[in-house]
């Protein structure tokens, strides 16, 4: 199995940055793409961020420009830097990872992390 945990959310005024991590831990045999998604009260889980294993990036249209996607594949971390946020930016934000474990290493299964929250006051 592997274990996602994000760490780094918090409150922020309108305009500021936070930086967003998850470590992915566990019987990992490897991690193909990292991504990171988002839910806002009332609103359908979307997709912010994705990085593949060998540094490829897309973002929604919504954080062009703002957010940053990267990853440490040493450390098994994504990372989300998110500058210039909007009221708008205020959600749970998850990690998202697709991976192998040793015990099958043959087979991609989809893996998340609890949640970190969010806020960017006006």
């Known amino acids: 199995q592997v274990q996602l945990v994000e760490s780094g959310g918090g409150l922020v005024q309108a305009g500021g940055s936070l930086g967003l991590s998850c470590a992915a831990s566990g019987s990992i045999f490897w991690i193909n793409d990292m991504n990171w998604y988002r839910q806002a009260p009332g609103k359908q889980r979307e997709l912010v961020a994705g990085?593949?294993?060998?540094?490829?990036?897309s973002y929604a249209d919504s954080v062009k420009g703002r957010f940053t996607i990267s990853r440490d594949n040493a450390k098994n971390m994504v990372y989300l830097q998110m500058n210039s946020l909007r009221t708008e930016d205020t959600a749970d934000y998850y990690c998202?990872?697709?991976?192998?474990?040793?015990?099958?290493?043959?087979?991609?299964?989809?893996?998340w992390g609890q949640g970190t929250q969010v806020t960017v006051s006006s």
């Open positions: 990085i593949s294993s060998v540094g490829s990036t």
């Open positions: 998202n990872a697709n991976a192998a474990s040793t015990t099958n290493r043959y087979v991609l299964r989809e893996y």
